[in-house]
């Protein structure tokens, strides 16, 4: 395309490319996977998702995309979603996995962010619809300094020399923060015999003592590489920007078990 | 804005967190990636994901699942978040002393939020500090050029900067304080779409995109602005 632009090529002609080479067979893919019959109707419904979700063109090419995911029965998640799209060559494949020869030895580096949310706040992992009593929950201390303040999000870093699985990351595996951090997990997982409606428990839902702390650091073995870790981890976690909809509360949460056809 | 479903009705006043939440429940579930940390990283993903996979489905929360995501400290990992905008954190961790970064789009991230604030400096945006403060001094220092955009009509602005800047101490990215850095700032801003039509695709056609490059081609291959783009190219042949 530059080199058509810098020829002096009429104008058009690389808007012309770009559309015909990529968005145009983009536009088809997507206008033929939602004209195929939806075998999960039940479940997802295609035919109304403009109404009852958004209008926007990416949200019926993700819904598109959905679909297929799921078509042989699968759970859906934004995990199933990545390696879905990835296809089993890329997504079976691993961090340290042979690469071709012309990336070799280039460091490769994906960031996620760790949810931390520290306080009153919660990350809600799972909540029941619609007894929202029954819901699984975790927020953060920092274990040197437990007044200091703790960041909503906390970078995590996944990192590896391509073509090279032994060789030491380029990039610090963890942060100097998230070592410092404890993980606190809350959990209803029986009722109560005197408050069997769970009432008690969501009023004192914010004074619930922690079950456990754990440190966040992943790497509590001696295998100081992520080469083994399958591309699909990170390239999800990397991606998953609807996933912050977790913290928004529990309310926010329960309406995900809820789905659009519950 | 209004978002309804079929049994609740939540009101909220910003785009921002409208998209998610239709998003989301079209999910059925929790959209963020589990992750456990404690596991092996060849497991760590699969395991972490699996086992809220599990307890979603069975709708119960078991308490040998409990002691599962306890033990194994899972908790939920979410995009790029506020870390992932440009990048020059981790060149920098990666021990980069020149940085070369394309800002496309600005509205709600620029570059100048990796400089210290009172703001960044004890909010969420924390992780992002990356450089002192820009002082009158440093101000100066700063090497802005606008390129002509003669027939352009796609885009708003395009501008070239290289700053000279010093690193502060980040505990999150593992960044040392001091470093003397040179930063140039590619942007190239588009008449009408902003980060969410970008990163949705809502726009018209894909069309627009091409036009988009077309034009910043254009622009690049102009004569106009030949000195600006050599500048450009030996900062990329040069980098270190």
């Avoid at chain 1, 995309?65 to 799209?85: H, M, N, P, R």
């Avoid at chain 1, 996620?112 to 619609?130: D, E, F, H, K, Q």
């Avoid at chain 1, 990170?234 to 996933?243: D, K």
Wanted: charged share 20%.
């Amino acid at each position: 395309m530059a080199k058509q632009c810098v020829s002096g090529q009429e104008k058009g002609t690389v808007r012309k490319t770009f559309y015909v080479d990529y968005g145009k067979r983009f536009d088809a893919l997507t206008q033929a996977i939602m004209a195929t019959p939806d075998p999960k109707k039940s479940s997802i419904d295609i035919a109304n998702l403009e109404d009852q979700v958004a209008t926007i063109a990416g949200v019926k090419l993700f819904a598109a995309y959905a679909k297929l995911s799921t078509e042989d029965g699968s759970q859906f998640s934004w995990y199933s979603l990545t390696e879905f799209l990835l296809g089993p060559d890329i997504s079976e494949a691993t961090l340290g996995s042979e690469v071709q020869d012309w990336c070799k030895g280039k460091s490769w580096n994906i960031i996620s962010t760790g949810v931390t949310p520290s306080g009153p706040l919660r990350n809600y992992l799972w909540v029941n619809w619609p007894d929202s009593n029954k819901q699984l929950s975790y927020n953060v201390v920092r274990a040197e300094w437990a007044f200091e303040f703790v960041p909503l999000l906390v970078p995590v870093i996944f990192s590896t020399v391509l073509g090279y699985p032994a060789a030491a990351t380029p990039l610090p595996e963890i942060n100097d923060m998230s070592k410092k951090i404890q993980i606190k997990h809350y959990g209803d997982v029986k009722k109560s015999f005197f408050d069997p409606l769970g009432i008690g428990s969501k009023v004192s839902s914010f004074f619930r003592p922690p079950v456990s702390a754990k440190g966040m650091q992943p790497m509590t073995n001696s295998q100081n590489s992520f080469a083994d870790m399958p591309i699909v981890g990170p390239v999800a976690a990397s991606s998953a920007a609807v996933g912050f909809a977790s913290l928004l509360g529990e309310k926010a949460t329960a309406l995900l078990c809820e789905g659009l056809n519950a | 804005m209004k978002v309804s479903t079929r049994k609740c009705t939540f009101t909220f006043t910003s785009h921002f967190l409208e998209s998610p939440i239709r998003n989301a429940n079209f999910f059925c579930r929790n959209p963020a990636v589990g992750f456990a940390c404690k596991k092996q990283p060849s497991e760590s993903f699969s395991y972490g994901q699996g086992l809220l996979d599990k307890i979603w489905n069975s709708k119960e929360l078991s308490k040998t699942d409990y002691n599962d995501v306890v033990q194994e400290g899972v908790y939920n990992l979410i995009d790029g978040g506020a870390t992932d905008p440009f990048g020059i954190a981790t060149a920098l961790a990666s021990g980069a002393r020149e940085v070369f970064c394309v800002n496309a789009i600005d509205e709600i991230a620029k570059v100048d939020v990796h400089f210290t604030s009172p703001l960044n400096r004890i909010g969420p945006l924390k992780p992002l500090d990356l450089f002192q403060p820009l002082d009158e001094k440093i101000a100066s220092d700063r090497d802005t050029v606008e390129l002509e955009l003669n027939s352009a009509g796609s885009v708003k602005k395009v501008q070239f900067e290289t700053i000279k800047v010093k690193t502060v101490k980040n505990d999150f990215f593992g960044i040392e304080a001091g470093r003397e850095v040179t930063l140039h700032v590619f942007s190239a801003l588009h008449k009408d779409l902003e980060t969410f039509d970008m990163v949705s695709g809502n726009v018209e056609s894909f069309g627009e995109l091409g036009e988009y490059i077309e034009d910043i081609m254009m622009i690049l291959s102009s004569d106009d602005n030949k000195v600006t783009v050599d500048k450009m190219l030996n900062a990329l042949k040069n980098s270190q």
